[in-house]
């Protein structure tokens, strides 16, 4: 079994974290999200599926199995910018891979397939769709997809400049980003 470090990150974000989840899903993340229970149930999930647990409840110890990671800030982007430094969130980068609400992934569907469950504004526009087969919801890359692109890009660029030069997943040694 490889250990967490060497493969794309997984996570469980607790209950209070739920916008930070929906993010890192964007990003193609596969992160769960969990709404209620004790921490001592979430702590189990997230050992037995080997899922990293974020959280920023200072109750939850560190240590050991799972590996907890406690965010310091409260505000959504710095989130995203230290589990960016932490975790290499930039190689595995696939936004709208996975469904936004419900964590699965998605799978594309012709424009006809979706008609009847878009907007005709969106069905003349746009030719690509993808569609959760957990919760049916359908995506496609309108101006939201634009915006957390730009989002994304600025998230990594924050990340890699408070870094020291090559800590940053996906940068070369001298500090510079592969093409």
Not at 48 to 76: K, N, W
Not at 106 to 127: G, K, M, T
Request: charged share 30%; proline share 8%; glycine share 6%.
């Amino acid at each position: 079994m490889k250990k967490i470090e060497e493969t794309e990150p997984r996570f469980i974000a607790d209950a209070h974290l739920g916008k930070l989840a929906r993010h890192l899903r964007f990003a193609g993340c596969d992160t769960l999200l969990f709404r209620e229970g004790s921490d001592r149930e979430l702590k189990r999930i997230a050992a037995a599926q080997s899922r990293i647990l974020l959280t920023r409840d200072r109750g939850i110890p560190e240590g050991g199995t799972p590996i907890v990671v406690h965010l310091h800030s409260p505000e959504l982007r710095e989130q995203l910018i230290e589990l960016s430094r932490r975790f290499p969130l930039h190689d595995c980068f696939r936004p709208f891979s996975r469904c936004m609400v419900c964590n699965t992934p998605l799978h594309s569907v012709s424009r006809d397939a979706v008609r009847d469950r878009i907007p005709p504004a969106v069905a003349e526009h746009f030719n690509t769709f993808k569609e959760c087969p957990g919760c049916g919801r359908i995506y496609w890359k309108g101006d939201h997809y634009r915006r957390m692109l730009r989002e994304w890009e600025s998230i990594f660029s924050s990340a890699t400049d408070r870094c020291d030069p090559g800590s940053f997943a996906g940068s070369n040694p001298d500090g510079s980003t592969p093409p």
